[in-house]
């Protein structure tokens, strides 16, 4: 408020951004016994985000010399430059007591780099550290009947950001049946939970899905699917309230 009159600011602006992606695989699997399996895999991910940046403040305020209010334009330039880089790796064991049913049972644990840059300066630099525990199994009671789910428990240390989940908590389930030998339905469930333990966010998402495929002749297979997908979020806002002229 400027003399009785309330004052008003616009911000406008455009930019530019460009991303790099590379990412790296490798798995090893070794027989121990029989029946054991150890299976092994490592993952390198490199991101690079470039990103140009260009705002505008229009500010209404009385002008001096007319009645009318005039504009004011601040224009600012910013460049900023995300780079982040993550090492995976992880161990799981396969146990498989009898041909029908297949044990699951791993940990993964990643480190992971990033730092920002804004105008060729480092604002930010943090190592983050995810440890997760995998369980799962596959059973084919009926050789028309297969059912799979996994759960993964994980936990975060030094997270990116204040709202960055500490806890996390991923289960799905899966079920197909192939009555015929040209026909198909399946079924699915994934939940996956992702909490900080300071409260600043709750981030919770589920997804139901179906399929049905079909294939009356060989030159056709007609295929479908549905997926809903619910979403939760709970994040902790805070704002600094005041007028900013």
């Known amino acids: 408020n400027f003399a009785g009159v309330n004052l008003r600011q ?3 602006g455009d930019g530019d951004s460009d991303r790099l992606i590379h990412i790296f695989d490798l798995g090893l699997s070794f027989r121990i016994l029989d029946n054991l399996f150890l ?6 991910h490199s991101t690079k985000n470039d990103a140009d940046i260009f705002t505008e403040d229009i500010r209404t305020f009385p002008s001096p010399l007319f009645v009318l ?3 004011t334009v601040a224009a600012a330039l910013a460049k900023t430059d995300d780079d982040i880089r993550a090492n995976t790796v992880g161990a799981s064991f396969e146990y498989i007591p009898f041909e029908k049913l297949s044990l699951r049972l791993g940990y993964r644990f990643q480190d992971r780099f990033a730092s ?3 105008d060729r300066l480092i604002r930010r630099k943090i190592d983050t550290r995810n440890k997760s525990l995998v369980a799962g199994f596959d059973f084919k009671p009926w050789k028309m009947l ?6 993964e428990n994980g936990s975060i240390d030094n997270p990116y950001t204040r709202i960055s989940s500490t806890d996390e908590d991923n289960a799905k389930f899966k079920i197909k049946f192939n009555p015929r030998e040209n026909l198909s339905t399946g079924l699915g469930f994934t939940v996956k939970d992702r909490k900080n333990t300071t409260g600043a966010s709750d981030y919770v998402e589920k997804s139901y899905s179906a399929n049905i495929w079909y294939q009356p002749f060989k030159p056709l297979a007609l295929t479908l699917a549905y997926t809903r997908q619910d979403l939760e979020l709970n994040t902790e806002i805070v704002q600094a309230l005041g007028l900013n002229i």
């Open 69 to 71: 209010f005039s504009p």
């Open 10 to 12: 616009d911000s406008r």
């Open 146 to 151: 297969s059912i799979s789910s996994e759960y």
């Open 116 to 118: 920002a840059t804004e």
């Open 39 to 44: 299976h092994t895999d490592y993952r390198f």
